[in-house]
């Protein structure tokens, strides 16, 4: 797995914790596990989708893989009270080594982090069940618009996405779904697109996302000072520009993601 591009202090586990209830409603619309026992989830992280998971499918018990014990063990302390319906594994998905089958997976936002995606999901396709439910959800990011333009949020943003580039990751992997899943086995695949279109017929959905936006370029700020590509007083303008966007009375927010399913 590469670098993980926002790392993995606190405050970082708790925005991730914060972003899947905030985006529950988009991602898990489509998303259906009715009449599926036991789930596999990569890239489980600190459990923040696996709680929400939970709460949808009461029926689901949720084998939870991620390659970092520091998130395992935040996810421990997020679930307690689901141990019953919740087993923790920490291990590299590119090497994926479970001792059972499932009938259903769970990966989001993981896929974009990962050096080699198609082997990831060879390695899982050899632990399902015949007829198994798989959904992905990931990022396209070059799918991103202001209107106004915000000329230090678009170079921050350039940078943000080249360095994910240069360390391994994918930040237009979403477009790729389709054709990895083919590629790696499996059958019946079918994507659409979900995401948000934001102006000001909807003021304070549009200042909502906007804050949850500005967190999640502020979780890479570091990486990116650190190689050079930004400047601490960039990321400062950055977050300028974006906060004052929903006060434009012509302000447009866009971005979408991918999602995909398929079975085995």
């Not at 059958?187 to 804050?211: A, C, N, R, Y």
């Not at 520009?241 to 009375?249: H, R, S």
Request: negative net charge.
């Amino acid at each position: 797995m590469s670098n993980y591009l926002h790392g993995f202090i606190p405050e970082e586990q708790q925005r991730l914790i914060d972003q899947a209830g905030f985006l529950a409603p988009k991602i898990f619309k489509k998303i259906d596990f009715s009449g599926c026992k036991h789930l596999l989830e990569i890239g489980s992280g600190v459990g923040a989708q696996t709680q929400v998971l939970l709460s949808l499918f009461p029926q689901l018990k949720i084998t939870c893989v991620d390659y970092s014990e520091a998130q395992v063990d935040k996810a421990k302390e997020n679930l307690r009270g689901f141990e019953d319906r919740v087993t923790f594994s920490v291990q590299n998905a590119m090497d994926l080594d479970l001792d059972q089958k499932f009938d259903s997976v769970y990966i989001c936002w993981v896929l974009e982090h990962i050096a080699e995606p198609r082997i990831v999901l060879e390695k899982i396709q050899r632990h399902l069940l015949p007829g198994a439910k798989v959904f992905l959800t990931e990022v396209f990011n070059s799918t991103h618009y202001t209107f106004p333009s915000l000329p230090f949020a678009q170079k921050y943003y350039k940078a943000y996405n080249d360095f994910q580039s240069r360390i391994g990751g994918h930040p237009n992997i979403g477009a790729s779904l389709g054709n990895l899943l083919q590629q790696a086995g499996f059958t019946q695949i079918s994507h659409w697109l979900g995401g948000f279109h934001l102006d000001q017929t909807h003021p304070e959905e549009l200042k909502i996302m906007v804050s949850f936006w500005v967190k999640l370029m502020k979780s890479g700020a570091g990486h990116l000072i650190k190689a050079g590509l930004i400047t601490e007083e960039e990321v400062r303008k950055m977050e300028e520009e974006y906060q004052k966007l929903p006060a434009n009375e012509n302000a447009v927010f866009f971005i979408q993601f991918v999602q995909a399913f398929a079975t085995v």
